[in-house]
């Protein structure tokens, strides 16, 4: 199972830029590296990322075997509403992870 910390601030104005952060915890082994016993260590890396807002993606990402393990991910969004800002990750197992965090809009 991955870990994934996600940081929204808790509480924001209607219409305020916030910034969204999330660090996943993924080993994110590109497939170029050979294991001790010579054979090639199978690629295993965070293939798609994406975010939801109230149910409306708000941020999607691709990613390829040049990116770092425990990648980081920041952007900003529009606080419109309060609600649950949700991340869905898939990776070449094709294991699929969520986390989230909640947000207040007054």
């Keep these: 199972m991955t ?7 808790p509480e924001a104005k209607r219409g305020e830029i916030v910034d969204v952060r999330a660090m996943i915890a993924h080993p994110m082994e590109t497939g170029y590296r050979m ?4 054979a090639e260590i199978p690629r ?3 293939t798609r ?3 939801t807002y109230g149910g409306a993606e708000v941020f999607s990402a691709e990613f390829f075997p ?3 393990a425990n990648p980081f991910v920041s952007f900003s969004l ?4 309060s609600g649950t800002v949700a991340f869905e990750w898939t990776d070449d197992k094709g294991q ?3 986390a989230s965090a909640e947000i207040v809009v007054s």
Excluded: F, W
């Design 96 to 98: 699929t992870e969520t």
């Design 66 to 68: 040049a990116v770092s």
């Design 35 to 38: 294991g001790p016993n010579g």
């Design 44 to 46: 295993d890396i965070i």
């Design 49 to 51: 990322l994406t975010c």
């Design 78 to 81: 529009i606080a419109t509403e």
């Design 3 to 9: 870990r994934a910390l996600v940081s929204v601030p």
